[in-house]
């Protein structure tokens, strides 16, 4: 079982710049893959970005050069940089854990643990 809290969620002005994280409980993170998802009103979950076991990370084509995920696995967290925030980045954003330890899928189906999520409002 794995409990995931995320936090750093807020209201930016378009241009700025948060940071997301999500605490893991458990002794076994590290061998799990982390994705963060979002989802804005009206529309579908999406995928975001993910991380594996082994630090590969992967992005959607929506937020490639601005936002950067990393992990500590000494801290169990697993953080969400976004630079250059946008409007259309508005939405409440999930941390997930994908057992697999991969990261390789972007479908929300391959995750096994899900936070509450954060919501993150930019503003024009």
């Known amino acids: 079982q794995v409990q995931l809290v995320e936090s750093g969620g807020g209201l930016v002005q378009a241009g700025g710049s948060l940071r997301l994280s999500c605490a893991a409980s458990g002794r076994t993170f590290s061998r799990y893959a982390m994705g963060w998802f979002r989802q804005a009103p009206g529309k579908e979950r999406e995928f975001v970005s993910a991380i594996s076991w082994s630090g590969s990370t992967y992005y959607a084509d929506s937020v490639k050069g601005r936002f950067t995920i990393s992990r500590d696995n000494a801290k169990n967290t697993v953080y969400l940089q976004m630079n250059s925030l946008k409007p259309e980045d508005t939405a409440v954003y999930c941390c997930?854990?994908?057992?697999?330890?991969?990261?390789?899928?972007?479908?929300?189906?391959?995750?096994?643990?899900w936070g509450q999520g954060t919501q993150v409002t930019v503003s024009s």
């Open positions: 997930a854990a994908d057992g697999s330890g991969w990261g390789t899928s972007r479908s929300f189906k391959e995750y096994d643990y």
